[in-house]
């Protein structure tokens, strides 16, 4: 028979019976938010409706379904591949994913919406559900991200029907910018803008039209003409041309069969045909009358050339690839030699035209087709210019999920993963990626250019020097090879034999922007500024190869130039310029110290270069857990200047990490107050807030963050996952995980977290989809390896999580988490010699790390080696001193055996730290309960209380005192509340059955024994106090039967003679 359950809202109102579907729908509905009571039969005890498993896992399953139903048949499960050759448009447009991917609305609907926090401000007060977002608010802040953030198509564009029943699409209306139609690629919305408009608002001074017209460039003019006047109906007539061009492009592609987008035909190469050249004898003389014109507008102003042409940069335009209903393989083969040919110029609009025509090919056919590597590798190359930092990196990683097989056989993929998994900063990965390909496949030069960028990004300076020494024997060597040599000197200090290097190549490679701005840029880091001008000169009459990143740096440069020129203010727009184009935490830390002044530009330059130095030196100790040189070099670099967005996180990441929490929530609150619209450094500081139980604090910094745009972005969702798991309400954590992950596929660590919490409730299956995706973003993770070995644990025994975990072995020679768990399994299954092996390699390990003790702890825990587990444990906190969770471990392990001097010591340490941690105050209440110091421990358990109220151990201490100091009346509620909170805790349990005892209540007294002993059937004085149950109600057989057991479980008990001499007397 199903249980039923009744549930206490927080007002007091109780419904029920309710079948479990009826609670599941109410959870769906946004009426339960998981702190509710819950009684499963009318003679149970009110608990908390999170701590009831079957309620919990049904509504996990609830929860999962949505978003892990298709999953069974994806990719998500190793050895699965794509089926490309089953992809048809219209599935692709029908799904909702794929809209997401391509920009669609991603808005949810108001039922299983992100509902939590609703603002009830009721005379000033707010509750803690009142700081969750208002669902309304949300949809209205995504609808405007999606106006401000979305690429506006132009017309032509927007009516495409891509040849299939347009009823099944969603139509974005019209542009409503017409002046960006007559760009030939997909530009931002509004924002590319041309220099000189950014040099009139140099200005201060408004005044008039002469002063608003400010030059930036000493040596350049800018003259003014009335173009309409000058054209006068020419103008009307030209523009009546390009229409009818347009219209005859339309009506050729309609014959052709094509839906090809105006920006897509403009960018295709036109073959000369009769339907041109007769287009051309019919406009024939308005089109000489234009050209003349023009002729005469260049006679006019002689001093506008091609150096003063207005730079517009452009965006690209990621998309997916959406196939045909029919393949055409002839044409997809024509557009990909189109494509290739493109390619080969290496600039970045042919690259942006290549990606289109890639893209078409792929369209047309898309098995087998070549362009699918070349379309990622395009795709990844151009990815630090987008405007979509959000959704871009999403449309890659599908594609990149598609050609997965490929990626260790087909270059152009592998070359293409990791310029994806480097942008995404995950340098490891990109590493593994190239290595992988390098065991099974060819290289190419390009590829170890990419080889060698990303070791000197990660710092593996030893290898990267082996990877430079093969390039520097290239002969004509490419740009990519240039860039990569010149990264690989930087990164060595070699600055003048970055000069020689960059010289060369700009001679080899005329056109290339970035090798001049990369010639320009350690023209800056070594002062020499004089032929600065020169060079940035020629980048603008290269206009920056119209690239955002290109731009941005560019006009990060000219900032410089003006500052060395003494104009501060002019740089400081400059570099606001810089950020519309390309955002970066060191392009703010530079706009931020030049605004606060107070040193030469000398003394600037050389903090930037101490502190991107102590930075690089800091995560380099992190990353090999030198947490003593990590700390040191982190906090060298925040004290050379605070407002360094980037050194101060890290500082904070890093104090928290080491156990300093007071210290680090100090650093990002004065780092908040500057930067209080940084997403990063808000969620950095709840995160912080979080770790130190300050959950009220956190819970007002969530409601400010909740009422501005940063509710759309991705760490939001993340953040409310984090800060419900560690509030333990493990549905809340699991939806916003799962939203968190809808916002972006790509974060691994949200997926580890969603595999552990399935795992937590035996979801194995659907923990083993996860996780799988996590492996995949992050391969070199080892706990993301440890995680998916006890899911196959679980799933299929000991023998093929071994099997897994040996062969990981092969990757991860000598890692103490992996020998670690081999050894735990083979422990689990009895096999003590295997166990002794392994725990042998553990132990001969040159280099012990935190993983090492850890298994060393838990091995002697299996042994009841009490002596080596403290051994162990202060190892590891002598390593990781910030390790909080160990050192209480340590604690509560003295404690229980009965050091209780040694307890109170480290517990004194974690006071010190961190003074609500969870637990804490327990078992300091319990070792002065020891000491007989009531007043102190009632103390301490009101502390606990205070801290934790929704948890048992505080009630506890307060009824467990009340009993000691026969104070029943009191004692009886403190410890049925505890019991409410978590009704198989062993202690509250025993007391309260005591109390009972004490009272004359025999039945109620031997129930609550009886829970007990299901918690600890080893438990001798349970079976003690059974007996005498027993024996009082007259029960004699049971009274001997618990007698005997507790003289069995205990033989050399004190009162084993009285015991003894009650069994004779029953018998």
């Known amino acids: 028979m199903s249980s039923s359950y009744r549930i206490k809202f927080n007002t007091g109102r109780v419904i029920g019976p309710l079948t479990l579907d009826q609670v599941v729908e109410l959870y769906s509905k946004g ?312 390619y080969q110029h290496g600039d970045y609009i042919s690259k942006l035209k290549a990606a289109i025509k890639f893209r078409v090919s792929l369209e047309r056919n898309f098995k087998d087709n070549p362009a699918l590597g070349m379309l990622i590798l395009t795709y990844a190359e151009v990815l630090e210019n987008t405007s979509h930092p959000d959704k871009d990196p999403e449309t890659v990683f599908r594609l990149l999920e598609i050609a997965n097989q490929r990626v260790l056989t087909d270059i152009n993929v592998a070359m293409g993963a990791s310029k994806f998994f480097a942008y995404m900063d995950k340098n490891s990965t990109a590493i593994n990626t190239i290595e992988n390909y390098l065991r099974l496949s060819k290289p190419s030069v390009k590829l170890y250019a990419y080889y060698l960028e990303h070791l000197v990004k990660d710092g593996q300076y030893v290898r990267a020097r082996k990877v430079y020494d093969k390039l520097l024997k290239v002969k004509g060597p490419s740009p990519d090879v240039d860039l990569a040599i010149t990264k690989f000197l930087q990164s060595d200090d070699q600055f003048k034999a970055v000069e020689q290097r960059l010289r060369g190549a700009i001679k080899r490679h005329s056109r290339s922007v970035w090798l001049r701005l990369m010639y320009a840029n350690n023209l800056v880091v070594t002062e020499n500024i004089k032929p600065l001008a020169k060079i940035l000169d020629s980048v603008k009459k290269l206009k920056a190869e119209r690239s955002p990143l290109y731009y941005a740096k560019y006009l990060e440069l000219r900032a410089m130039q003006s500052i060395y020129a003494g104009d501060s203010k002019k740089g400081a727009l400059y570099f606001q310029k810089a950020l519309t184009f390309h955002d970066s935490p060191e392009l703010r830390f530079k706009l931020a110290s030049l605004e606060l002044g107070g040193d030469d530009r000398t003394e600037r330059l050389i903090r930037e270069s101490k502190i991107i130095h102590h930075l690089e030196n800091a995560k380099m100790a992190m990353k090999e857990r030198r947490w003593d040189d990590a700390f040191r070099y982190a906090i060298e670099a925040s004290d050379i200047s605070s407002s360094h967005i980037p050194s101060q996180l890290l500082l904070a990441n890093i104090q928290v990490e080491r156990g300093y929490f007071h210290e680090a929530i100090e650093t990002l609150e004065e780092l908040n107050k500057r930067y209080g619209n940084d997403p990063k450094v808000s969620f950095a500081l709840v995160d912080a807030y979080v770790h130190a139980m300050k959950l009220e604090m956190a819970n007002r910094k969530i409601a400010m963050i909740s009422a501005t745009k940063m509710i759309n972005l991705p760490g939001y969702a993340s953040m409310l996952g984090r800060y419900y798991l560690r509030r333990n309400n493990p549905l809340l954590s699991i939806k916003w995980l799962q939203e968190s992950l809808n916002r972006n596929p790509l974060n691994d660590q949200d997926y580890f977290l969603l595999a552990k ?311």
């Open 31 to 342: 009426r339960l938010e998981g702190d509710e009571l819950t009684q499963v039969s009318p003679d149970s005890e009110w608990r908390q409706i999170d701590t009831i498993d079957e309620i919990v896992s049904s509504v996990a399953d609830y929860i999962a379904a949505g978003e892990y139903h298709q999953s069974e048949q994806s990719d998500f499960d190793q050895g699965s591949s794509f089926n490309t050759e089953t992809i048809s448009k219209s599935e692709l447009v029908s799904d909702s994913n794929v809209n997401r991917a391509i920009g669609g609305d991603s808005n949810k609907s108001a039922e299983g919406g992100l509902q939590e926090f609703t603002y009830r401000n009721k005379a000033g007060t707010m509750r803690e559900e009142d700081y969750l977002p208002d669902e309304n608010a949300a949809s209205t802040l995504e609808a405007t991200k999606l106006i401000d953030r979305t690429v506006l198509a132009n017309s032509a564009k927007v009516q495409r029907s891509e040849s299939v029943d347009s009823s099944d699409k969603t139509v974005i209306s019209s542009n409503p910018f017409p002046e960006l139609e007559r760009e030939n690629l997909p530009e931002d919305n509004g924002d590319s803008t041309e220099e000189m408009n950014m040099e009139a608002a140099i200005s201060s001074d408004k005044t008039s039209d002469e002063n608003a017209l400010i030059t930036v460039d000493h040596d350049e003019q800018t003259q003014m003409v009335d173009l309409e006047s000058a054209l006068g109906s020419l103008a009307q007539e030209a523009q009546k041309s390009e229409q009818e061009f347009r219209e005859l492009v339309a009506a050729r592609e309609r014959e052709d069969g094509q839906d090809i987008d105006d920006q897509d035909v403009e960018e295709l190469d036109d073959d000369a045909d009769p339907s041109w050249r007769s287009f051309y004898k019919k406009h024939k003389k308005r089109i000489i009358m234009a050209a003349g014109v023009l002729l005469l507008l260049m006679f006019m102003f002689p001093g506008s050339d091609s150096s003063n042409k207005i730079i517009k940069p452009v965006f690209p335009k990621i998309l997916f690839p959406v196939t045909d209903e029919e393949a055409d393989p002839e044409s997809a083969l024509n557009l990909y030699k189109q494509a290739m040919d493109l």
């Open 757 to 1067: 919490l399935f795992v937590k409730h035996r979801k194995y299956k659907k923990a083993k989809l996860i996780i799988t995706k996590a492996i995949s973003l992050e391969p070199n993770n080892v706990f993301y390896r440890s995680l998916f070995a006890k899911i196959l644990y679980e799933l299929e025994g000991s023998d093929v999580a071994i099997g897994y975990l040996r062969d990981e072995l092969k990757s991860f020679p000598d890692n103490a988490k992996i020998i670690g768990d081999i050894a735990i399994y083979y422990y689990r299954d009895g096999k003590a010699r295997s166990f002794n092996r392994y725990l042998k390699m553990v132990q001969d390990l040159p280099r012990p790390d935190i993983h090492f003790y850890q298994f060393l702890i838990e091995a002697s825990i299996l042994e009841n080696k009490a002596k080596d587990v403290i051994s162990y444990s202060r190892s590891l906190i002598k390593l990781k001193p910030g390790d909080i969770e160990a050192r209480m471990r340590l604690a509560a392990f003295l404690f229980e055996n009965n050091r209780v001097t040694e307890s109170l010591n480290e517990l004194h340490k974690i006071n010190e730290r961190f003074s609500s941690y969870p637990k804490l105050h327990y078992y300091l209440a319990l070792i002065y309960i020891k000491q007989k110091n009531y007043k102190l421990a009632l103390t301490h358990g009101q502390l606990e209380i205070k801290n934790h109220p929704t948890k048992e151990y505080g009630h506890y201490i307060a009824g467990e005192i009340y009993r000691l100091t026969q104070d029943y009346l009191k004692a009886v509620p403190k410890l049925e509340k505890a019991l409410s909170l978590n009704g198989k805790f062993k202690r509250a349990l025993l007391s309260l059955a005591w109390v009972k005892f004490r009272q004359n209540y025999l039945e109620t007294s031997r129930e609550l024994y009886l829970r007990a002993l299901k918690q600890d059937p080893s438990d001798g004085n349970i079976h003690k106090q059974l007996g005498n149950i027993y024996r009082l109600i007259g029960q004699g057989g049971l009274a001997l039967e618990s007698y005997n057991t507790y003289l069995q479980l205990v033989p050399n008990a004190v009162d084993k003679r009285k015991i003894q001499q009650l069994i004779k007397h029953l018998q």
